[in-house]
């Protein structure tokens, strides 16, 4: 199987404004928006305007194949000088490029980025129990260190623990 990262139509370019659009359809998909919070138009609204806002920053990152988007990560930095240490990390692939490599690329990338230039010691990602992430959050040097069960409620009546991941970045190297 090719990997889009092996593409040389592949690049990760820092965020713009502009990719919220596709960050929308992107956690608003069947397959994402139950990895996420969100349980309404207006819920998804907000928390991709707030996602995509930490590009002002320098803190998202977008991966490009072909001339398009096909996925984000957004490091969320802390506004408190107590955890300016560490900060939490999201990120979604475009549905159609799921299993191709695009998200280890974009979650190491801006793993890389949270270490070099932000300076960050810890990062977290926050998910639930059956999350395909999983795999690849522990492929790419995260841990579990937190499990939280019936954190969320699904429609059917059952639930789904909170898992939270976190990887060191003073051994992290982006390789």
Same mark, same amino acid.
């Not at 990390?89 to 949270?114: M, R, W």
């Given at each position: ?22 960050? #929308? ?8 928006? #139950? ?7 207006? +819920? ?8 995509? !806002?930490?590009?002002?920053? !320098? ?8 001339? #398009?988007?096909? !996925? ?12 300016? $240490? ?25 793993? $890389? ?5 932000? /300076? ?9 129990? !059956? ?11 995260? /841990?579990?260190?937190?499990?939280? +069960? ?11 623990? /909170? ?13």
């Amino acid at each position: 199987m090719n990997l889009i990262p092996d593409s040389p139509e592949y690049d990760i370019r820092y965020s713009k404004i502009e990719d919220l659009e596709y960050l #929308k359809q992107w956690v608003s998909h069947p397959e994402s928006v #139950k990895w996420y919070p969100v349980s309404s138009e207006k +819920d998804i609204d907000d928390m991709t305007k707030n996602w995509i !806002g930490f590009s002002r920053f !320098g803190a998202s990152l977008t991966a490009d194949y072909k001339g #398009k988007p096909v !996925g984000i990560a957004t490091l969320f930095l802390m506004p408190y000088r107590k955890l300016i $240490h560490h900060c939490l990390i999201y990120f979604v692939v475009d549905p159609e490029h799921k299993g191709q490599g695009v998200g280890t690329s974009i979650v190491k990338n801006a793993t $890389h980025l949270a270490k070099t230039y932000f /300076r960050f010691e810890k990062v977290h990602l926050e998910t639930y129990e !059956g999350s395909p992430s999983l795999s690849l959050l522990k492929k790419v040097g995260y /841990r579990e260190i937190v499990r939280q +069960d019936h954190f969320v409620k699904l429609e059917d009546g059952s639930y789904l623990a /909170r898992v939270i991941m976190e990887v060191e970045l003073e051994g992290f190297t982006n390789g």
